[in-house]
């Protein structure tokens, strides 16, 4: 039996984990998916946003004004990369645009946001050369960052199951029993768990989970929104994350670095039928060159290494949902977890946590819980003279795997064992970046797929790019 | 930090060849840093034969020709460090490197770039739809078929007629696959000749011309892949679209020459080959500094590899003996029908005849080369045909040369 049940290892399951670790409860994740961070987690945009859009007065407004610092805090210990690049809203000349960056400026102190600053085009361009002449008027927001989500997952989930807490993936939640000490969780495969308190953080299907213990009183509407990611190369052209202001044409087309040093584009917003619509389409890529080309009109997308689409999980309502489920008692859904969700993170999990103890569940510091998580980029963050002590020590790291990001062998290995391990290809490559580079794994996926065949001692043709049914080999010749 | 009079950084075929020559000069420290686990590079896995016809008159197979040159460099008692990757070439020549030994650096006296190319991925072709397992460049699908011994997929749809592609067309239906079609974006196929016969006539496998692969389908594992005919700017026909039920996509659809060490040391590259911009030599703009291969521009043939590379070996051979060359360099361009020349800039007054290498821009039939600088006529050149896929060679004579004072345009007219 459980303490806490999660159902859901994406950034807000894996974050309330992480943050629920420290007490002396028994916690347990369930993940539909071979791997965490598998949902909207994993493809979307990787900001921290300042907190100047959410309207005054909603959850979203409290918990992204107090969930920057914390997030930057939070990623701090567990070694989640993240960059405070800070971030402009763009007008481009017309009286309705500016006006809406001064609304934005006037919202964001309303909502308690400090560094706000309104730049004319000169001064921002100042900052950012690559910057259209048609932009007139901007917003800089100077507490907005980067973030790599899926990272920040792994570094969360990593650290709580550190820390104790348990992580079962390929359990996909089928039916919830409310039995009088709390909850039987039961899975598509038969495999069936306990626990005292259940917390909901299934995003796009967190209403279909919702609606396993009767709970009807939200929708998600899922949202696909593609992104192309373009080489190195491209990932200098402008310093800060470059946003428009909402137009008619479009939400959002952002251009930004990531935290490794490519360059974001993206993304659009078109409803879908189903969370599992993250197919990319010609319009839509096309409408992310087009758009994204108008705040930074010398982006190259010859340099496109990849292009993805991410479903976010919106909601009628338009904030978040979080709050005892209605029909079940100790019970509460974490739901509706759209921008800026990843933001404010830490701040939900907070917020869930207190709704947990309203409930009645106990919170005893666990007298040996440990905030930190090692650092698994410490190898590429050395000097030349320190990786060369360090691989006279221990060998694998001198051979490189992926020449595209430099990803030795010991970093995948290191990745296949720590917490939460990889199992698959696609869990090497978020962990490690090999095959996140510019060849996409053309050189580096056979080696790797030996490494994990190596690591769980199982056979190559069952070695998958994101769990069953995905295979990479049809047979031996 | 060591020191060694030649350092070349790649042990594929051009890598090879150009330490043999650089040694037959004279110059015998000379060391390969190679990252695979041992020489030959892509070769090691292209068993199919075809390959030596020009440069060693018998036909053999990728291995075997890798083979035929580890042989002279062994003989010759060259240094080979494998599963050692350059992680830095520095323009006074300090390379960088690592293994499971340890980081090391390397003073080199002349430096050969010939790290090789990689093959453009489903992303940088910007294919939409769903991004499942089962959609493999042909170059990987080849190292796992023909290196690890595993098969890739059943029913297989191949965009791209480069040669790799037609190659694994085959291959594929060597083990049992069924190839059902294979999809040239471009009007005609960038592959040889005597590859679509063989390997796609051969076996009934269709070449669709002037269509693409305008989506992906399937969850975890591809299920289909939608095809569909593209016009004259190569924007798919939405009429055309048909529905092909696979489980893999392979992809070959161009080279990519693996320039990022070159780019680092701010050597400049040509936007049209994606190699360094060099002289005769092959001697890039940063002195000391040689390329050659796959990375310098992507050959056809392997044959013509180990050609280009003897003249960087024997070229960084020269600069360790005799220092950098002086003398005044004349550019050459690409005039009507050709694409690119190679190299781009010739030293005119050394006395030696010098070769050109070209491609032409599209398929044409009987055409006449002419190599002009100025009004001056330094060579012709009459084809039967000429194709893009094909890269053609001009010699200019040494006296020729020296009354090129403009820079040196290759075109072509159509007979």
Redesign the interface.
């Known amino acids: 039996m459980y303490d806490v049940l999660i159902v859901g290892a994406g950034v807000i399951g894996g974050m309330l984990a992480r943050q629920l670790s420290r007490y002396d409860l028994k916690i347990c994740m369930l993940e539909k998916e071979n791997d965490v961070a598998m949902g909207a987690t994993k493809a979307n945009s990787g900001i921290v946003h300042g907190g100047y859009d959410p309207e005054p007065g909603t959850l979203k407004a409290k918990l992204n004004a107090e969930g920057v610092q914390k997030l930057y805090d939070v990623a701090d210990e567990i070694h989640a990369p993240y960059r405070k690049n800070g971030s402009f809203v763009c007008a481009f000349g017309t009286p309705e645009e500016e006006a809406t960056v001064r609304e934005l400026y006037e919202r964001g102190l309303e909502n308690g946001i400090k560094g706000l600053e309104i730049l004319t085009g000169d001064e921002a361009r100042a900052l950012e050369p690559a910057l259209s002449d048609k932009v007139s008027l901007v917003l800089n927001v100077t507490n907005a960052g980067i973030v790599c989500p899926y990272e920040l997952t792994v570094a969360a989930i990593g650290n709580a199951m550190d820390n104790g807490a348990e992580l079962k993936v390929n359990f996909a939640v089928d039916q919830i029993e409310k039995t009088a000490e709390g909850f039987k969780v039961t899975a598509k495969s038969g495999e069936v768990v306990s626990g005292k308190y259940l917390v909901n953080c299934a995003g796009a299907y967190s209403d279909r989970v919702a609606q396993m213990v009767g709970d009807n009183f939200f929708t998600i509407i899922p949202r696909a929104g593609e992104y192309m990611l373009l080489d190195k190369n491209e990932g200098s052209r402008v310093s800060h994350t470059i946003f428009q202001v909402p137009s008619v044409e479009g939400k959002g087309i952002l251009v930004s670095p990531t935290v490794d040093g490519n360059l974001l584009t993206g993304p659009t917003a078109a409803k879908v039928e189903s969370p599992s619509c993250t197919e990319t389409t010609p319009e839509g890529l096309e409408i992310v060159a087009r758009l994204a080309a108008k705040s930074v009109p010398s982006v190259n997308f010859r340099q496109v290494i990849t292009s993805f689409s991410g479903v976010r999980s919106s909601e009628k309502g338009g904030d978040f949902i979080i709050c005892p489920a209605k029909s079940v008692e100790n019970m509460v859904h974490v739901a509706a977890i759209d921008s800026p969700g990843l933001t404010s993170c830490v701040a939900i999990a907070d917020y869930a946590i207190e709704q947990l103890q309203a409930m009645g569940l106990a919170l005893v510091q666990k007298a040996n819980w440990c905030p930190t998580r090692e650092n698994p980029h410490a190898f590429r963050e050395m000097s030349d003279e320190e990786k060369d002590a360090y691989i006279k020590e221990h060998p694998a790291y001198g051979k490189i795997v992926c020449r595209c990001e430099t990803v030795s062998e010991g970093e995948i290995r290191d990745a296949i064992r720590r917490n939460p391990p990889a199992h698959d290809i696609d869990g090497v490559k978020r962990r490690t970046r090999s095959g996140m580079g510019r060849c996409q794994g053309g050189f580096c996926m056979p080696y790797v797929m030996k490494l994990l065949s190596e690591e769980n001692g199982q056979p190559m043709e069952t070695i998958t790019k994101n769990g069953e049914g995905s295979a990479q080999l049809t047979g031996k010749l | 930090m060591t020191a060694h009079d030649i350092v070349i950084v790649g042990g594929g075929p051009a890598g090879m060849a150009a330490a043999v020559a650089a040694y037959d000069s004279g110059v015998t420290d000379v060391v390969i840093l190679d ?1 695979e686990d041992s020489v030959g590079g892509i070769l090691r896995q292209c068993i199919h034969n075809g390959f030596g016809l020009h440069k060693l008159g018998r036909e053999l197979t990728g291995p075997e020709y890798a083979d035929v040159y580890r042989k002279e460099v062994e003989k010759r008692g060259i240094k080979i460090y494998c ?1 050692t ?1 350059v ?1 830095a070439v520095s323009t006074d020549r300090v390379v ?1 490197a ?6 090391m ?1 390397i003073q080199a006296g002349a430096v050969v770039l010939a790290m090789g190319c ?2 453009r ?4 072709l ?1 294919i ?7 959609v493999y ?1 042909a ?2 699908a080849q ?3 023909n ?8 029913k297989v749809v191949i965009l791209g007629s480069g040669d790799i592609g037609l190659i694994m067309a085959r291959r594929m239906s060597f ?1 049992g696959a069924k190839v059902e079609a294979v999809c040239e974006i471009m009007p005609y196929s960038g592959g040889l000749t005597r590859n679509i016969v063989q390997c796609l006539e051969d076996y009934g496998i269709p070449l669709y011309l002037s269509t693409t692969v ?3 389908h399937g ?3 591809v299920e289909g892949v939608t095809i569909a005919e593209v016009d004259e700017n190569r924007r ?1 026909k939405e009429e055309t679209k048909r529905y092909i039920p696979c ?1 893999t996509l392979l992809l070959s659809c161009g080279l990519i020459p ?1 320039n ?1 060490l070159t ?1 680092s040391a701010g050597i400049p590259i040509d936007p049209i080959t994606s190699g360094a911009l060099v002289d005769e030599n092959r001697e890039t703009a940063t002195p000391g500094i040689f390329a050659c291969g796959n990375v310098l521009q992507v050959h056809d043939l392997v044959d013509y590899v180990s050609d280009e590379a003897e003249i960087a070996g024997i070229g960084a051979a020269n600069f360790v003996k005799n220092g950098a060359v002086t003398g005044e360099t004349v550019a050459t361009k690409p005039g009507n029908g050709v694409r690119y020349v190679l190299p781009q800039r010739v030293h005119t007054d050394k006395g030696n005849d010098v070769a050109l290498f070209m491609r032409v821009t599209q398929p044409f039939g009987k055409v006449r080369f002419t190599v002009k600088s100025g009004d001056e006529v330094l060579a012709t050149a009459v084809r039967l045909k000429a194709a893009p896929g094909e890269m053609e060679k001009i010699v200019v004579k040494s006296e020729k040369l020296a009354l090129a004072s403009e820079p040196i345009t290759v075109s072509l007219e159509v007979l």
């Open positions: 990252r599963e990757m992680t960088t690592r293994n499971r030994q340890g980081i650096k990689r093959e991925s489903r992303g940088a910007n939409s739809g769903t991004r499942p397992a089962g460049s170059g990987t190292k796992l078929i290196c690890e011994g595993y098969m890739v997929g059943k083990e305008a989506e992906i969850q975890k594992r798919v489980d693996e990022e780019r």
